[in-house]
C-alpha cells in the first residue's frame, strides 16, 4: 500500500519570502507521478506541480518548485516569493500508473503568509 | 468546456437520513472517482467507477455506502442512515482514460465537492 506523510501540520512564511514544505511517501512501485495541490477555504482542488518519477529534473511552475529526492522519497515544494493568496492547505499525492490509478493524499499543511 | 460538476454543494441531513450526491464528469470523461475528506485532514480514496462497472471499491465502508455509474446520467454516492461521523466533504474526480496523463494534465480533475452535514 502507498503512504504519503506531511509532516508539518503548520507552516507561516512572510510575505515575499521563500517557504518549503515537506513530503515522503512510500511505494513499491516504479511507475508513479508526485503532484502537490492546494486548496483555498473555497474547498478547490488546485493542481500547484506534477513532477513525474522517472525524470530526474526538478519540475518548476513560477514560484513553485520541487525537490525531488527519488533514492529518500522525498518531495518538498519551494514557494519563492511568498504573496498573500498562496495562503491555504497544501496536499501532496502519489499517483500509481498501474492498478487503481488512485490518489494518496497526505494530511496537508496549512501555509499562512504573514503581511 | 464545463468542468466536474457535483451537485448539490451543501446537503444537511439528519441522522437516520439518506444522502445523495451526484457527480457529473467532464465532457469525455468515463472514469469517476470518490474521495472523501474529514475535517482537518487530506482526501481519502473512496471508489473508482466506470460506466455501469464499479472497478475499485476498497476505500469505501462496508455497509451504508454505495456508488453507481449509470449508462446515462451523472455519478451517485449514496449514503443509507447517515450518522453524524459522515460530516464530511466529498469530492469526485474524472479522468478520460485509466492511463497515464499526459503531457502537462493532471491524472483526475476535481469538482468542488459536496459538504456533508449529519444534525
Known amino acids: 500500500a502507498q503512504t504519503v506523510t506531511q509532516s508539518q501540520p503548520e507552516m507561516s512564511v512572510q510575505e515575499a519570502e521563500t517557504v518549503t514544505l515537506s513530503c515522503t511517501y512510500d511505494?513499491?512501485?516504479?511507475?508513479?507521478?508526485l503532484f502537490w495541490y492546494k486548496q483555498p477555504p473555497s474547498r478547490q482542488m488546485i493542481l500547484v506541480i506534477r513532477?513525474?518519477?522517472?525524470?530526474?529534473q526538478n519540475a518548476t511552475e513560477n514560484r513553485f518548485s520541487v525537490n525531488f529526492q527519488k533514492a529518500a522519497k522525498s518531495f518538498s515544494l519551494k514557494i519563492s516569493d511568498s504573496q498573500l493568496g498562496d495562503a491555504a492547505m497544501y496536499f501532496c499525492a502519489c499517483f500509481i500508473i498501474q492498478g487503481a490509478q488512485k490518489l494518496v493524499f497526505g494530511q496537508g499543511t496549512r501555509l499562512t503568509i504573514n503581511p | 468546456n464545463a468542468g466536474v460538476m457535483q451537485n448539490p454543494r451543501h446537503l444537511v441531513r439528519r441522522r437516520g437520513q439518506e444522502a445523495r450526491l451526484r457527480c457529473s464528469p467532464m465532457k469525455g470523461h468515463s472514469h469517476v472517482y470518490w474521495y472523501r475528506q474529514l475535517p482537518e485532514e487530506g482526501l481519502k480514496f473512496m471508489v473508482y467507477l466506470q460506466k455501469e462497472n464499479i472497478i475499485d471499491e476498497s476505500g469505501m465502508p462496508k455497509e451504508r455506502f454505495s456508488a453507481e455509474f449509470p449508462k446515462e446520467g451523472p455519478s451517485i454516492l449514496r449514503i443509507q442512515q447517515v450518522v453524524r461521523g459522515d460530516s464530511a466533504a466529498y469530492f469526485c474526480?474524472?479522468?478520460?482514460?485509466?492511463?497515464?496523463?499526459?503531457?502537462?494534465?493532471?491524472?483526475?480533475?476535481f469538482g468542488d465537492g459536496t459538504r456533508l452535514s449529519i444534525l
Open positions: 511505494t513499491s512501485e516504479s511507475d508513479y507521478y
Open positions: 474526480a474524472s479522468s478520460p482514460l485509466g492511463t497515464r496523463p499526459q503531457g502537462g494534465n493532471q491524472p483526475q480533475h
Open positions: 513532477q513525474e518519477a522517472y525524470k530526474q
